[in-house]
């Protein structure tokens, strides 16, 4: 029989309470669902067995991974339309849950435990399982899943996936590992991606602007606010593969120490300073932030390396830079950044980035930022914004990507290609629909007597 997407195409509209919004194509060969627009391909009945074991978020990513869920036609639309049905809707206010216990739409399947007696505790207690089950249509339909699938025997996790990880959320050691997992793949695979200016954070666009100029004019932008002078000293928290540092020391004079918790970041960097002439103006280091003690520096620059901190460490990253910086010196931190939770308490990390893209990394909404930075003893003196900037960025990140595909492949593998694909086209959507931000933050340790050494008009550097 030739029915799985029929099947499935009904399931979808009993247990998530709505049709699916886009067309389907099982493993054999079937087809239901509108007829225009992206589809969305189950290749491998494992793909239904990835999300029984796993409901919600990581069961999808398992299976987008593994190549048993892939996507015909444009996966930004794909995911536009899907996205009501992996997250739910906000509830009323009278009766809500606070949104940040939002659980995947797809969470529902935790329904089946009584139908799966094998399966893993922490599949139970999803929303709306009670009702569920107090429905014969959706009982019926939750039999038919199962039996659609097949589900024994559970299938294993990509080996994309970061391993468990043991020790101290970020310590030291644990920092060094989640480091590696995602920035040790290759500098080839991310040339790849990111293009020759090797700037792996949100580019400052103009019109007209290809990814190469926006991206030099975001590193021009981050020398300007600082005011960098020849001769100052620029610490780079997380210098990436050296861009940062090198356009500073170049154009601006400086002598930069640019940090890094990768080992193929630091060679890559080191080699691009020597071909240029500025070894003896860029120091490149292996090194965490909180190891740094050869201060005072006049500038400090954070470009994407704070997401990597963790909530509990952010007041000790914001002290450490403040003593690191003499009186009168400049940070600049940009940060990606999420709206605050009404319990932030009950925020969690999102699974799929989690598990495959930033292990143990965090968001924090601005207001939380600017705070931390205060009690450190900052005086923040400018906020931009840039949410916008980072959808044109990532956009144009999946089209080399895309563009460079075979490579990419080869340089990893089929599923570390994937995992990227997926992580930037929707993080793109997060940017594009306000879910995700980013913010360049200026803040200044203050000289005696409450002098800043700034200038009465900050935003020169936008003229």
Request: net charge neutral.
């Amino acid at each position: 029989m030739t029915d799985a997407a029929p099947r499935l195409a009904a399931l979808a509209e009993t247990l998530l309470g709505a049709p699916l919004p886009v067309r389907i194509r099982a493993w054999d060969g079937s087809e239901a669902g509108p007829p225009a627009g992206p589809t969305l391909v189950l290749n491998r009945r494992r793909a239904l067995r990835r999300v029984l074991w796993r409901p919600g978020e990581l069961g999808l990513a398992r299976a987008w991974v593994a190549g048993d869920l892939t996507v015909e036609g444009d996966l930004f639309e794909l995911l536009d339309r899907v996205a009501g049905l992996l997250w739910e809707r906000e509830p009323a206010p009278a009766r809500a849950a606070p949104p940040a216990v939002r659980r995947s739409g797809l969470g529902k399947l935790g329904a089946l435990r009584p139908y799966l007696p094998q399966l893993p505790e922490r599949t139970a207690g999803a929303v709306g399982t009670a009702a569920l089950l107090r429905d014969p249509e959706a009982r019926a339909a939750l039999r038919d899943l199962v039996a659609l699938a097949r589900p024994w025997p559970a299938p294993a996790p990509p080996p994309e996936e970061a391993p468990r990880r043991g020790g101290q959320m970020h310590s030291k050691s644990r920092d060094r590992h989640a480091i590696s997992h995602h920035y040790d793949v290759g500098n080839e695979f991310y040339a790849h991606v990111l293009g020759p200016s090797m700037v792996y954070s949100c580019a400052y666009w103009s019109p007209g602007a290809t990814l190469e100029e926006a991206q030099r004019d975001k590193l021009d932008l981050v020398c300007r606010k600082l005011g960098l002078q020849p001769g100052e000293r620029l610490l780079d928290v997380g210098c990436g593969w050296g861009s940062m540092a090198l356009h500073a020391a170049r154009e601006y004079g400086v002598q930069v120490t640019g940090i890094t918790l990768s080992r193929e970041q630091a060679v890559y960097a080191r080699k691009r300073a020597a071909e240029e002439g500025l070894s003896d103006r860029v120091d490149i280091r292996i090194q965490d932030y909180r190891d740094v003690k050869d201060g005072p520096y006049d500038a400090v620059s954070s470009i994407g390396m704070a997401e990597h901190v963790g909530a509990d460490r952010y007041r000790e990253y914001a002290a450490t830079l403040h003593a690191l910086l003499g009186p009168g010196g400049r940070l600049l931190n940009h940060q990606i950044a999420r709206p605050p939770e009404p319990d932030e308490e009950a925020y969690r990390v999102d699974e799929f980035i989690d598990a495959y893209v930033f292990p143990d990394g965090e968001l924090s909404p601005l207001g939380t930022t600017v705070g931390e930075l205060e009690r450190a003893g900052f005086e923040v003196r400018d906020v931009e914004a840039l949410r916008e900037h980072y959808g044109l960025t990532l956009r144009a990140w999946v089209a080399r990507l895309e563009e460079h595909w075979e490579a990419a492949v080869r340089l990893t593998s089929p599923g570390r290609a994937r995992v990227w694909l997926l992580y930037m086209a929707a993080s793109a959507l997060g940017f594009e629909h306000g879910r995700l931000g980013v913010n360049q933050v200026l803040a200044v340790k203050p000289a005696a007597a409450g002098r800043s050494g700034l200038p009465l008009r900050l935003r020169t550097w936008g003229a």
